[in-house]
Structure formats: C-alpha cells, structure tokens
C-alpha cells in the first residue's frame, strides 16, 4: 500500500467521520440546510450514520483493499446525492464558489 493512498484514505475518513459527528450533534448550520434542501429532520442520523461507515470502511480498506473500494464508491453516490440535493433545492448562496446560476 503506497504511501499516497494511506494519507488520502486517512484524510478523508477523518473528514468524514467530522461531518457525521456534526449530524448527531445536530449541529445548528447543518439543521437549517438541510431544512433549506427540503431534507426532514429524521434522515440527519442516518446520513451521520452513512458517513460513519464510508469513513470507517475507508480506514478498513487499508487493511482490506476490496472493503476500501466499496466505502469509496458508497461515500461517492452519498455526494452525488449531496449535490443532487442542492440543485434540485435551487439554494446556491452559501456555496463559496459561484460557478454557476
């Protein structure tokens, strides 16, 4: 295992895991986008919960490659969604890069 993939699988486990515990604590700023999405309140642990797992798959993936690969892909359709969500809401003035609309 290369050291390049460690850094970036650890970076990004780390980020992620961050974010999820920012949804079980239901942090005030993620509450009122996720509001602004049109995303109900009783999804946020679920989402903390996919974030958890990708993270914690990513970390796995280290030890196990093929696990690794499957957390990667499950965190990239969680972002699609992501993205999916805030274009299909139309809220672009809190993105810090208007490259678009």
């Keep these: 295992m290369n050291n390049a993939y460690i850094s970036v699988a650890g970076v ?3 980020l992620n895991l961050a974010a999820a515990v ?3 604590r239901r942090t005030g700023w993620i509450m009122t986008n996720m509001t602004r ?3 109900p309140p009783r999804w946020i642990v679920p989402l ?3 974030k958890a797992a990708g993270a914690a798959g990513l970390l796995l993936g280290i030890a196990v490659p ?11 359709l969680y972002f699609v969604g992501a993205v ?6 139309k809220w672009w003035s809190h993105l810090p890069a208007r490259w678009c609309c």
Excluded at 84 to 89: E, N
């Design 12 to 14: 990004t486990a780390a």
């Design 22 to 24: 920012a949804d079980f």
């Design 37 to 39: 999405y049109g995303i």
């Design 48 to 50: 903390g919960v996919a």
């Design 66 to 76: 093929s696990i690794g690969v499957l957390a990667a892909a499950g965190l990239a």
């Design 84 to 89: 999916v969500a805030v274009a299909r809401a």
